[in-house]
């Protein structure tokens, strides 16, 4: 390659194949491991199923990496009462790759789950939240995956509310790890940055393809590495200063990381905020996880 249009050639000419690549219908990715039940919890409230492979490096790292039980709770499953059943399995394909576990909502999953609906139908809110309280309630989870308030997404603005709605109602003793997440916008004020690893993206892009009514309308499961390339350069800017080096990895999802104790949101304690491939979540992460 001698010419940045050759570079340009090769990068159209790379995702054009990458359509060709099958969509689902895999074997679990063989690096899944067998999880105690009894293992640490960690809770993604997802908005719409296929937000778990999203933002999922830093919950399968976890998994892989510390054998953590990764639980992610389906929200709702899309808006389209004729694809629910069928997201719902194509989630269940996904998460069986990756080795998350599944929690439905309900039959169906949640629905109007926005925030019109929280302002506009309170009772209606009351009783989503009051299902959100009861799985917390019943997993008792250390850390707890959300999108950030500002996603754009209605739905994904929503979730971020009903979780925070629904916090409080739990008992005054009940602590836990709060980590926001991003896609549809990016957060303002992220404090983490999680590097991809290789095989930690393609195994999440492969998990991503099960969700075929999805990524046959559109292949954003192809455009993942693109959004985690891009996330290195804005998250190596707004974690270590405008005008800093950037770290040497290609693929990273950012993330705001907190404390949910005594009833609110705490600022955690220092810790590492560039988290890479050669150091495990569990140890980069110590002083926030042994807060709680």
Known sequence: MKTYREFI?????????????????????????????????????????????IIGTLPL???????YRVVNVAVTQGSRKDR???????LEEACRFLGFDVYQTKPG??????????????????????????????EQPQMIFLPHGNDFNGTHVGTHHLVMDALPQLQSDFSCVLVETEYWHPMSAPNLMVESPPEVLADLVAALSHHKGEVERNPY???????MHDNVRRGSEVLTGQGSEAPQIHFATLYRVALWQNGSTAEPAPFTRILTGDTSPASALAPVLHNP
Not at 61 to 67: G, K, W
Not at 84 to 90: D, I
């Open 9 to 53: 050639d090769a990068f159209i000419s790379t995702i054009d194949a990458a359509r060709s690549l099958p969509q689902g219908n895999m074997s679990p990715a063989k690096t899944a491991p067998e999880v105690p039940e009894e293992a640490t919890r960690i809770l993604i409230f997802s908005p719409h199923p296929d937000d778990e492979c």
């Open 61 to 67: 790292r976890f998994l892989r990496e510390n054998a």
């Open 84 to 90: 629910q059943q069928e997201r719902f399995e194509e």
């Open 109 to 138: 999953g949640l629905e109007k789950i926005k925030p019109s609906t929280r302002q506009k139908d309170p009772e209606y809110w009351a009783r989503c939240t009051e299902v959100v309280k009861n799985i917390l309630r019943q």
């Open 221 to 227: 499961h192809i455009a993942l590495p693109a959004w």
